[in-house]
């Protein structure tokens, strides 16, 4: 079983950059691929990024690509997620999530969840 706790968001102006990050604990990443998620109020949680490092496999979603990066510090089971440029729209709850297999979706669909972290962001 896979444990995953998340951290790093708060509030912050239109531009400004967080780094979020993912710390998992009870197995390790090895071919797991892990991903980020988002949730406004009312809507549908929306895939962000993901990623297998063994395979060398990287998705982002349109909206962030260029902006957010993913990244891995596989000595302690932590995946990162860099957001910079900010902008309102992308305020939201933000999950980080694990899969068994090593193959990268983009539905909200993986195994396990973090409990989520909040991210606002003013204009």
């Known amino acids: 079983q896979v444990q995953l706790v998340e951290s790093g968001g708060g509030l912050v102006q239109a531009g400004d950059s967080l780094r979020l990050s993912c710390t998992a604990s009870?197995?390790?990443?090895?071919?797991?691929?892990m991903g980020w998620f988002r949730q406004a109020p009312g809507k549908e949680r929306d895939f962000v990024a993901a990623s297998n490092w063994d395979f060398g496999t990287t998705l982002y979603t349109r909206s962030v690509e260029g902006r957010f990066t993913i990244s891995r510090n596989n000595a302690e089971n932590t995946v990162y997620l860099q957001m910079n440029s900010l902008k309102p729209e992308d305020t939201a709850v933000y999950y980080c999530?694990?899969?068994?297999?090593?193959?990268?979706?983009?539905?909200?669909?993986?195994?396990?969840w973090g409990q989520g972290t909040q991210v606002t962001v003013s204009s």
């Open positions: 999530a694990a899969r068994v297999s090593p193959v990268v979706l983009t539905t909200p669909t993986y195994e396990y």
């Open positions: 009870g197995r390790t990443f090895s071919s797991s691929a």
